[in-house]
């Protein structure tokens, strides 16, 4: 038999390419896995139940001082704009995505560029708060992130060409896509954007390997969801059942409830759980009814995409209070020791909810804000006890084109808004950044138009204090307690991330990496990184070493929708970097 020394070299270069994509892909269980393996970040939230807590404690309070930049990174070119994006880390590289719908993969060592991919993005898009892109999914040998004109993109993780592109929604509706998907069973699981255009909101689900679209699910009661097999799309069940229980009319046929903060995973229950945006229009007189499933959260089953059960903050939402803000799996001990398998969210509407994650029932709420003026409190099941005069008043009762105005607290922009909090498993205490600002809002005349505004509402930002609008809280889920808080002048915009040495680490939109005593909200540490601050931080390990890092790039909504607020933040300058920073292992030593 005669030897083929050509195929041999090539057999044998195939079992090295299969052993190595072996070692380096990500799995189901790695992502499953996340909070628990220090050397990568493969998930949003740094663990699928957004948690966003790690466990490594080489940094700490007695040597974050000595926590230092080892690399920064420039997105480059003119393309500046909000940077909100969380990195991923995977075999010693650095996946992040920009402004502008661009991913980049970097040496997470070196900070040098291993490859960019650009999304070609049409003329005409809409996204009402900024060209902002939160992050990326890790799966197989593959890099997964939406785009502003909503497409699901999926790249090669070593070269960045394109393993597959599928349309989600249309752009030229009001449709975009500014978060960052979850991968959970092998399906790549996203909302969409757009509430401000009387879009439908939905989750759906896309086959991670080829990009086979799987199940959708409307988040509008009255819309069909489908489950798709062989291409075929099979009817799943109406969300809500049928319409008109909670929308008059066919409000309900252009209804919002956009889900565009995307959403966490909880393995116990089984359950993906995400928020819903604004009910559309923003004038509530003219849809009286709860809007479902507007201003909620909702849990959904991954395998089909069939509601589990909802809890709505806001119903008959008229502030643009949303509910997309991530619902947080956490467990602890009541008063009688039993263990409590709950999820906690820090609402726009400025009450903090605690829920049984099986089942969506209320068990405690409260304020974390310092003033609310909309409701006076939360009932027993947790629905709002509306305050007399709070809601805008209704244009078709005055004789002009303009309702009633109403001076609200907190602002539409919220007590809280897109940005992360954290949880620590050491202290059990939630980490919220916060801002304190109310609103002047009116409410006008509106008709639906495909592609253009859906408000039906003005407003007027203002900040609620003289020397500060931002407030870091530390707030105990299990008393409404706030244990600590730090007041920053500018709006906080920026994610927050909470480690085991007993450290919380956030961004000012100053520039400010700031690190923080997670038990007294003692400053312990600020970086200049040269803008604001509006991303946010990961931490993981590299050849015995803790890394932090964190993108640095004013923008996102405030300056386009902040009113008087906007006036505080006009000076502060664009960018677009990457900071990368670790604890020098003598340091480490030297603590011990």
Request: glycine content about 12%; hydrophobic content about 35%; some cysteine.
């Given at each position: 038999?005669?030897?083929?020394?050509?195929?041999?070299?090539?057999?044998?270069?195939?079992?090295?390419?299969?052993?190595?994509?072996?070692?380096?892909?990500?799995?189901?269980?790695?992502?499953?896995?996340?909070?628990?393996?220090?050397?990568?970040?493969?998930?949003?939230?740094?663990?699928?139940?957004?948690?966003?807590?790690?466990?490594?404690?080489?940094?700490?309070?007695?040597?974050?001082?000595?926590?230092?930049?080892?690399?920064?990174?420039?997105?480059?070119?003119?393309?500046?704009?909000?940077?909100?994006?969380?990195?991923?880390?995977?075999?010693?590289?650095?996946?992040?995505?920009?402004?502008?719908?661009?991913?980049?993969?970097?040496?997470?060592?070196?900070?040098?560029?291993?490859?960019?991919?650009?999304?070609?993005?049409?003329?005409?898009?809409?996204?009402?708060?900024?060209?902002?892109?939160?992050?990326?999914?890790?799966?197989?040998?593959?890099?997964?992130?939406?785009?502003?004109?909503?497409?699901?993109?999926?790249?090669?993780?070593?070269?960045?060409?394109?393993?597959?592109?599928?349309?989600?929604?249309?752009?030229?509706?009001?449709?975009?896509?500014?978060?960052?998907?979850?991968?959970?069973?092998?399906?790549?699981?996203?909302?969409?954007?757009?509430?401000?255009?009387?879009?439908?909101?939905?989750?759906?689900?896309?086959?991670?390997?080829?990009?086979?679209?799987?199940?959708?699910?409307?988040?509008?009661?009255?819309?069909?969801?489908?489950?798709?097999?062989?291409?075929?799309?099979?009817?799943?069940?109406?969300?809500?059942?049928?319409?008109?229980?909670?929308?008059?009319?066919?409000?309900w046929k252009h209804g919002g409830a956009a889900t565009w903060l995307g959403g966490t995973y909880d393995e116990s229950t089984d359950s993906l759980f995400f928020g819903t945006g604004n009910p559309a229009p923003w004038n509530s007189h003219l849809r009286p009814g709860d809007n479902l499933f507007s201003s909620s959260r909702v849990a959904i089953d991954p395998d089909d995409g069939s509601i589990k059960w909802h809890f709505q903050t806001t119903p008959n939402d008229g502030w643009d209070y949303?509910?997309?803000?991530?619902?947080?799996?956490?467990?602890?001990?009541?008063?009688?020791?039993?263990?409590?398998?709950?999820?906690?969210?820090?609402?726009?509407?400025?009450?903090?909810?605690?829920?049984?994650?099986?089942?969506?029932?209320?068990?405690?709420?409260?304020?974390?804000?310092?003033?609310?003026?909309?409701?006076?409190?939360?009932?027993?099941?947790?629905?709002?006890?509306?305050?007399?005069?709070?809601?805008?008043?209704?244009?078709?009762?005055?004789?002009?084109?303009?309702?009633?105005?109403?001076?609200?607290?907190?602002?539409?922009?919220?007590?809280?808004?897109?940005?992360?909090?954290?949880?620590?498993?050491?202290?059990?205490?939630?980490?919220?950044?916060?801002?304190?600002?109310?609103?002047?809002?009116?409410?006008?005349?509106?008709?639906?138009?495909?592609?253009?505004?859906?408000?039906?509402?003005?407003?007027?930002?203002?900040?609620?204090?003289?020397?500060?609008?931002?407030?870091?809280?530390?707030?105990?889920?299990?008393?409404?307690?706030?244990?600590?808080?730090?007041?920053?002048?500018?709006?906080?915009?920026?994610?927050?991330?909470?480690?085991?040495?007993?450290?919380?680490?956030?961004?000012?939109?100053?520039?400010?990496?700031?690190?923080?005593?997670?038990?007294?909200?003692?400053?312990?540490?600020?970086?200049?990184?040269?803008?604001?601050?509006?991303?946010?931080?990961?931490?993981?390990?590299?050849?015995?070493?803790?890394?932090?890092?964190?993108?640095?790039?004013?923008?996102?909504?405030?300056?386009?929708?902040?009113?008087?607020?906007?006036?505080?933040?006009?000076?502060?300058?664009?960018?677009?970097?990457?900071?990368?920073?670790?604890?020098?292992?003598?340091?480490?030593?030297?603590?011990?």
């Amino acid at each position: 038999m005669s030897s083929n020394p050509i195929g041999k070299q090539f057999a044998a270069s195939a079992l090295a390419l299969a052993v190595s994509f072996g070692a380096h892909a990500v799995t189901d269980q790695d992502i499953l896995n996340d909070q628990n393996t220090p050397e990568d970040v493969v998930s949003y939230g740094m663990g699928l139940q957004g948690q966003r807590y790690s466990n490594i404690d080489m940094l700490n309070a007695s040597n974050v001082k000595s926590l230092q930049p080892v690399w920064a990174f420039s997105f480059g070119s003119e393309k500046m704009r909000g940077q909100e994006a969380q990195p991923m880390i995977k075999d010693g590289v650095m996946y992040v995505t920009a402004s502008y719908s661009r991913v980049y993969a970097i040496d997470a060592k070196t900070g040098e560029e291993k490859w960019q991919y650009d999304a070609r993005l049409p003329d005409g898009i809409m996204p009402c708060c900024d060209v902002v892109n939160r992050g990326v999914a890790l799966y197989g040998d593959k890099v997964i992130f939406g785009t502003l004109d909503a497409k699901l993109v999926a790249l090669n993780k070593d070269t960045g060409n394109v393993v597959w592109i599928k349309k989600v929604a249309d752009y030229q509706a009001g449709y975009a896509i500014t978060a960052a998907p979850t991968i959970v069973k092998g399906k790549v699981i996203t909302g969409v954007s757009g509430g401000e255009f009387g879009i439908v909101g939905k989750v759906e689900a896309y086959d991670a390997n080829t990009g086979e679209l799987m199940w959708t699910r409307p988040t509008v009661e009255g819309h069909m969801g489908y489950v798709y097999k062989d291409g075929k799309a099979i009817e799943n069940g109406i969300s809500g059942g049928k319409a008109g229980l909670t929308w008059p009319g066919d409000m309900w046929k252009h209804g919002g409830a956009a889900t565009w903060l995307g959403g966490t995973y909880d393995e116990s229950t089984d359950s993906l759980f995400f928020g819903t945006g604004n009910p559309a229009p923003w004038n509530s007189h003219l849809r009286p009814g709860d809007n479902l499933f507007s201003s909620s959260r909702v849990a959904i089953d991954p395998d089909d995409g069939s509601i589990k059960w909802h809890f709505q903050t806001t119903p008959n939402d008229g502030w643009d209070y949303d509910g997309v803000n991530e619902l947080i799996s956490f467990d602890y001990k009541d008063k009688n020791g039993k263990m409590v398998k709950a999820a906690a969210t820090a609402d726009r509407n400025g009450f903090f909810y605690v829920l049984d994650r099986t089942n969506g029932d209320f068990i405690r709420g409260f304020p974390f804000v310092d003033k609310i003026t909309w409701a006076s409190g939360l009932d027993k099941d947790g629905r709002p006890i509306y305050t007399d005069g709070g809601r805008p008043g209704d244009p078709a009762a005055s004789s002009g084109e303009k309702g009633e105005v109403v001076v609200a607290y907190p602002s539409f922009l919220g007590g809280k808004n897109w940005m992360p909090m954290a949880y620590s498993q050491k202290t059990e205490l939630f980490y919220v950044p916060s801002n304190e600002w109310s609103m002047d809002i009116w409410n006008e005349p509106v008709s639906y138009k495909k592609g253009a505004a859906y408000l039906g509402a003005g407003f007027t930002i203002k900040p609620a204090n003289d020397d500060y609008i931002g407030v870091l809280r530390a707030m105990d889920p299990k008393t409404g307690k706030e244990v600590w808080r730090y007041e920053n002048p500018a709006p906080l915009w920026g994610g927050v991330m909470t480690t085991a040495g007993d450290l919380v680490f956030t961004g000012t939109p100053e520039g400010f990496l700031k690190a923080f005593d997670a038990k007294t909200g003692k400053e312990l540490y600020k970086f200049n990184t040269g803008s604001g601050v509006v991303g946010t931080p990961v931490t993981w390990t590299m050849d015995g070493e803790q890394y932090v890092s964190v993108l640095s790039g004013w923008g996102g909504a405030v300056p386009l929708w902040g009113g008087e607020v906007a006036k505080v933040v006009k000076d502060f300058n664009q960018g677009g970097m990457v900071w990368t920073f670790k604890l020098p292992k003598d340091r480490v030593a030297a603590a011990n």
